[in-house]
């Protein structure tokens, strides 16, 4: 592969050094984005894909669905992601699975996994495991990946890692965007990854069916102990009102969250005939603990769940029930 010689020493990188010899031994590799992906998802696995294709490593890019956001779409290789399984495969990549449940499969034991991953609910469930929690983003531990190996970032590589950063730290707004992640930002820049043209293409592209649902959830927001704690939900009658997917309505809850009083605050929707149950928390509040209480997992401020029935008013209020054991 061709190398940029640029590398980081603030890293152990045993992990990446084995990860990098599986890849260049292996002859057809399958990289994993997890259920529902998000841009942190798409992003990491598509800075690996562009890597691949431009040193002809054959692979291809895998989501257990077709239905894969598509305000992604200008993210180079986007159109490559595919619901297919290859007939064969000798090494698989997760990128963004916090549980090995999140592949959206069973992978055959025999095959080598090297998986990527920022969540605390990761069991390190790899062969080789780039996985740590104080990470920003998965896109951050790839750009790691990268540099701790020498590997030249394209302007491909380099949009994509951008805009798993961006969206996974809330455009830099979180707290485990550090100085580091800056530099990594930075750099990424210099590499060709374009900070208007992502943020115009991931903003500015919104459905209408969008603007017609999220007056609805808002409509849904209820208040408990003196407006600290704040739940929202999506009927699915709405979705068929409006038209609406439910990635349209993902933003309803950072908005609750910009509400000044709020310090913990979820939203109950049916995806993929299952309550999906996403929390966010301000400060000190750990949402994982209480998303982990059902099964689920993420980070300390921002975590989620799913109950298995279809009454969302039934699921926010087990759920409400956990939030005021724990917060006190």
């Given at each position: ?46 800075a690996l894909s562009n890597l691949f294709h431009e040193n002809k490593i054959k692979h291809k890019v895998y989501n257990v669905s077709s239905d ?85 970032i394209t302007k491909n590589s380099a949009t994509a890692l951008y805009v798993g950063i961006y969206d996974d730290t809330l455009a830099f707004s ?155």
């Open positions: 592969m061709k190398k940029d010689f640029i590398t980081s020493n603030k890293v152990d990188m045993s992990e990446y050094t084995k990860a990098l010899e599986l890849i260049e031994k292996s002859r057809y590799i399958l990289i994993i984005t997890h259920v529902n992906p998000d841009p942190d998802s798409i992003g990491s696995a598509l894969l956001p598509q305000n992604l779409d200008f993210i180079p290789r986007f159109e490559k992601i595919t619901d297919q399984l290859p007939a064969f495969f000798d090494l698989a990549i997760s990128v963004d699975c916090g549980t090995y449940k999140r592949l959206g499969f069973e992978l055959d034991p025999s095959i080598p996994l090297i998986n990527f991953d920022h969540h605390k609910s990761n069991n390190k469930f790899g062969t080789v495991n780039i996985v740590d929690p104080m990470k920003s983003s998965t896109a951050e531990l790839v750009y790691e990946f990268f540099k701790h190996n020498g590997l030249y979180l707290a485990r965007c550090d100085e580091i992640t800056f530099e990594k930002i930075n750099f990424l820049v210099e590499c060709g990854a374009s900070p208007s043209d992502i943020a115009n293409k991931l903003l500015r592209r919104d459905s209408l069916a969008k603007y017609r649902i999220i007056p609805k959830v808002l409509e849904s927001l209820e208040l408990f102990k003196e407006g600290e704690v704040a739940s929202i939900i999506a009927k699915e009658e709405w979705f068929k009102q409006t038209g609406a997917h439910n990635r349209d309505c993902e933003d309803a809850l950072d908005m609750v969250m910009s509400i000044a009083m709020v310090k913990i605050a979820f939203f109950v929707r049916v995806v993929n005939g299952v309550s999906r149950v996403s929390l966010r928390s301000k400060g000190k509040i750990d949402v994982s603990s209480i998303a982990g209480h059902f099964g689920g997992g993420g980070h300390f401020n921002a975590a989620g769940c799913t109950l298995d029935m279809l009454d969302v008013e039934k699921a926010k209020n087990i759920v409400l029930k956990e939030i005021l054991e724990v917060y006190k």
